[in-house]
């Protein structure tokens, strides 16, 4: 694989590099925006997007209306679509404009040409594998360390609006961005309840915020894993052979805050209907995070609270259910 990476001239500098990952990252992404029209036509595009805000209980939920986003919100992840296109993941199907930055365990850091950040990421595997968490927590809390306070680090699940859920990857955004990297602690405060606690990690159970979901805070990386693990194989209770159905988002400063949103649907009705009554909206952990993306106006135009109330009722677990996943984890 190191031969590939060599014939096309991916890497933007030489693994030596002494910098840091941030900083790499920063001459990545203003390599790509003066060398790829792609990349800086997509960052353009971004001054005119629309923004509505819908403020609730100690909390916010934007809506932005973003029509470069309408490939990944619109695609097409069923086995047949995916089986019939190339990986745009894989090195050999990247345009030849397209740079990238080294990170760990053959991981690599791409500039997303269909941005939602001012600075938008996605680190794909050099191995096409499909999108799987299970065994790949560790490597997304490492490259949370390692792009910093400034970042956040997010996985969309095969089933949770991931658009390549053939390729294992990643994606990472200007921490900030997502109403609940900064409204965190009021939701907690207001909506969470302890279930675990020890002299290295906090597991907090959020409840009536909308959106039920799990976090998980400590400076041990085994024992952050270990607890996320332990949410997977409670999700994973019918030991199918499909992941189970989450969004993760993980930050870091000084210690790894990673948020687990368990899943259950992919896409709203309003999704599949037609007419007036479409809105073509498939929530991602961006959108759980805060963030409604809405790649038509007329959806853009459309939308409520009453609307995002439904929409989150309907593809998060219920309040039993998530109380199930919460007294299991509870039980120790």
């Known amino acids: 694989m190191q031969i590939e990476f060599a014939k096309k001239k991916l890497y933007l500098e030489d693994d030596d590099s002494l910098s840091d990952l941030p900083e790499k990252a920063e001459r990545l992404f203003e390599h790509q925006l003066n060398n790829w029209k792609l990349a800086s036509d997509g960052y353009r595009s971004l001054t005119s997007v629309q923004v509505k805000q819908f403020e609730f209980d100690n909390f916010?939920?934007?809506?932005?209306?973003?029509p470069g986003r309408i490939i990944s919100s619109s695609a097409k992840v069923d086995a047949k679509s995916i089986e019939a296109r190339p990986c745009f993941l894989c090195i050999d199907n990247l345009p030849v404009e397209q740079k990238a930055v080294k990170i760990i365990n053959d991981y690599f850091l791409l500039?997303?040409?269909?941005?939602?950040?001012?600075?938008?990421?996605?680190?794909?595997?050099?191995?096409?594998?499909?999108?799987?968490?299970?065994?790949?927590?560790?490597?997304?809390?490492?490259?949370?360390?390692?792009?910093?306070?400034?970042?956040?680090?997010?996985?969309?699940?095969?089933?949770?609006?991931?658009?390549?859920?053939?390729?294992?990857?990643?994606?990472?955004?200007?921490?900030?961005?997502?109403?609940?990297?900064?409204?965190y602690k009021d939701i907690l405060n207001t909506y969470g309840r302890i279930i675990y606690e020890d002299d290295e990690q906090v597991t907090t159970a959020i409840t009536g915020c909308l959106r039920n979901f799990i976090s998980i805070e400590s400076n041990n990386i085994s024992k952050i894993?270990?607890?996320f693990k332990r949410i997977y194989n409670v999700l994973n209770k019918d030991q199918s052979n499909f992941e189970p159905m989450m969004n993760i988002i993980s930050s870091y400063n000084d210690n790894w805050r990673l948020l687990v949103f368990p899943r259950?649907?992919?896409?709203?009705?309003?999704?599949?209907?037609?007419g007036e009554n479409k809105l073509l909206i498939s929530p991602a952990a961006v959108d759980l995070g805060g963030v409604f993306i809405f790649p038509r106006e007329e959806d853009f135009n459309k939308i409520t609270k009453e609307l995002i109330i439904d929409i989150f009722r309907q593809?998060?677990?219920?309040?039993?259910?998530?109380?199930?996943?919460?007294?299991?984890?509870?039980?120790?």
């Open 264 to 274: 259950s649907r992919h896409r709203p009705s309003y999704f599949f209907e037609e």
């Open 315 to 332: 593809v998060t677990l219920s309040d039993d259910e998530f109380k199930y996943l919460s007294d299991k984890l509870n039980n120790r």
């Open 60 to 66: 916010t939920i934007e809506a932005h209306f973003n």
């Open 111 to 183: 500039v997303n040409p269909f941005p939602i950040f001012s600075k938008h990421f996605t680190i794909p595997s050099v191995n096409h594998f499909p999108q799987a968490i299970e065994n790949e927590i560790g490597n997304m809390l490492i490259i949370s360390s390692m792009l910093g306070k400034d970042n956040s680090v997010f996985y969309n699940g095969p089933r949770c609006g991931a658009s390549a859920p053939d390729h294992i990857h990643f994606q990472a955004g200007n921490f900030g961005f997502m109403k609940i990297d900064e409204e």
């Open 225 to 227: 894993t270990a607890e």
